[in-house]
């Protein structure tokens, strides 16, 4: 706990909604977010002095303006974040929860698990600095839910898979347990999947609004906003709209980290350059010729491998245009304060 640091639950253009960090209250006690205003960019500096974005879980201080009122002054250091890489052509990330020490990847049962989809969220959860772990929901829905399950496994290498049916109240347990004071979570994972629910039934009362998906599959998230849900005991639940699509960002070592079996396959190959194609004594094609390393995992790897090295290149490009605008700002400031007066 940081002294005086309070919890961002929300954010709201232009504001903020602030919970205390971590604060002990009785479970009975509702805790009301206090709103506070941040600087007319929106950012708020941090410990680097750097100004940021405030997020949902980032503990901030608040001091006051000129006029008396309420103000975010400072951002402290995150000690961890889930970032994505936000779609289209610019090299921008989004930190899409701050300060959480578990990952929850949330995967509905049935429809089947989409087993790509928690690779990909597990390579930005091993990223975070958080742990990862992955929540099977609507096993009430299945004849068959530990077989399942024991697919899921076998992608989720170092991680706990756990399945429940939140709408019954069956398999919390283990996510129970989780919830120490001050732990924070994050629920992610695609529409439906039953993260609002599971908060819900975690919470012990109806904090988020669930909601059925539209007939025609299209559109609708029940969950439009990311907010933190402070728990009777100290620990917190942070809820987030399902997600469609989500990019990666450039990490070898979460990506290792979430192909732990195929990155020792590679380390087999007879050249540590081995492309995997039709090299001799490659480790990996000999796997994926006797079936052991199914094609499915490997495109996967292959493919956020490829995402991750475009993701980079792209950031780099970013960060080159912005050197050159840089420079460019301050030969113009230079040129201005050197320019004789007219
Ligand atoms: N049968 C069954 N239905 C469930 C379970 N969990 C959630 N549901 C239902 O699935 C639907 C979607 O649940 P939500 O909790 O709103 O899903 P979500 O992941 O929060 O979805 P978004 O907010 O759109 O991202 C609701 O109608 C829930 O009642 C479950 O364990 N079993
Ligand atoms: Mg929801
Ligand atoms: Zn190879």
Redesign the pocket.
């Known amino acids: 706990m940081v002294p005086g640091a309070r919890r961002v639950a929300r954010v709201d253009r232009g504001a903020v909604l602030l919970v205390p960090d971590g604060a002990l209250h009785a479970p009975e006690v509702h805790v009301e977010p206090v709103r506070v205003g941040l600087d007319h960019d929106g950012l708020v500096p941090g410990p680097d002095g750097e100004r940021t974005a405030p997020t949902v879980g980032d503990l901030v201080v608040v001091g006051e303006r000129a006029d008396g009122t309420a103000v975010v002054t400072a951002l402290v250091r995150r000690r961890s974040a889930l970032v994505r890489d936000s779609a289209g052509g610019t090299s921008r990330t989004q930190v899409m929860a701050a300060n959480v020490d578990v990952v929850l990847v949330?995967e509905h049962l049935?429809p089947d698990p989409d087993l790509g989809r928690i690779e990909r969220l597990l390579v930005l959860a091993w990223r975070s600095g958080a742990r990862p772990v992955v929540v099977l929901?609507?096993?009430?829905?299945v004849p068959d839910p530990s077989g399942l399950a024991a697919e899921v496994r076998e992608v989720a290498l170092g991680v706990d898979v756990h399945v429940?049916?939140?709408?019954?109240g069956e398999g919390l347990d283990p996510l129970r347990a989780l919830l120490a004071p001050d732990v924070a979570i994050v629920?992610v994972?695609?529409?439906?999947?039953?993260?609002?629910?599971?908060?819900?039934a975690l919470a012990g009362a109806p904090v988020?609004?669930?909601?059925?998906?539209r007939a025609d599959g299209r559109g609708?998230?029940?969950?439009t906003h990311r907010e933190l849900v402070p728990l009777g005991h100290g620990a917190m639940l942070i809820?987030?709209?399902?997600i469609r699509g989500v990019g990666v960002v450039a990490d070898e070592d979460a990506l290792d980290a979430t192909f732990a079996d195929v990155e020792a396959l590679a380390k087999g190959c007879r050249f540590a350059d081995c492309a995997h194609g039709r090299e001799p004594g490659c480790a990996v094609r000999a796997a994926l010729d006797d079936g052991s390393l199914p094609e499915r995992r490997f495109d996967s790897w292959q493919r956020l491998g490829r995402e991750m090295a475009f993701q980079a290149r792209r950031a780099d490009a970013a960060l080159a245009a912005q050197d050159r605008a840089r420079v460019k700002k301050q030969a113009r400031a230079y040129r201005s304060r050197t320019r004789p007066p007219a």
């Open positions: 949330a049935d929901t609507k096993a009430d829905l429940v049916s939140a709408g019954c629920l994972g695609p529409s439906g999947a039953g993260k609002s629910t599971l908060v819900n988020m609004e669930t909601g059925e998906r609708r998230h029940t969950t809820d987030t709209p399902g």
